[in-house]
């Protein structure tokens, strides 16, 4: 599999699933809310297990004997961390970066997934990160 495929797997998911974008689960006032830019701890947190059971099933389907979880354990940590509105938003909707406002907008999504793209791709591209559960590829 080319070092691309989780990469490109990962961004595409993290704008997908980022809280307040699409949907947001659980909503503020609903179980689902759609497209409202907000978002919440736990809301975070159920969107990133989501995340991460996508971005399994995505990636075995990509490598089918998937030994290195690297891709997938840096993907969803910065998932998390990189949520518009949990710690920052960048640009906020009223300067230029925000604090834990539990908010997002469109253009705070572009430029947390772009910030998201550098972070995996240096982890995953340029620092050759690799995690092997049990047995590394080459022993028998």
């Not at 998911?13 to 809280?19: G, V």
């Not at 996508?54 to 940590?77: H, T």
Request: charged content about 10%; aromatic content about 14%.
């Amino acid at each position: 599999m080319s070092d691309w495929g989780p990469v490109l797997i990962s961004v595409v998911l993290f704008i997908l699933l980022s809280p307040g974008l699409m949907f947001q689960l659980p909503g503020k006032s609903k179980v689902v809310e759609f497209g409202n830019f907000q978002t919440s701890g736990i809301s975070i947190l159920v969107h990133a297990v989501i995340f991460f059971a996508l971005i399994v099933i995505f990636l075995l389907a990509v490598a089918s004997s998937m030994a290195d979880w690297a891709p997938v354990v840096v993907a969803v940590v910065f998932f998390a961390l990189l949520s518009p509105g949990l710690f920052f938003e960048l640009p906020g909707n009223d300067r230029i970066i925000e604090f834990g406002t539990f908010r997002t907008n469109r253009k705070a999504m572009a430029v947390h997934a772009f910030i998201f793209f550098v972070i995996i791709s240096i982890f995953i591209l340029a620092l050759h990160l690799h995690i092997y559960a049990g047995c590394t590829p080459n022993c028998n």
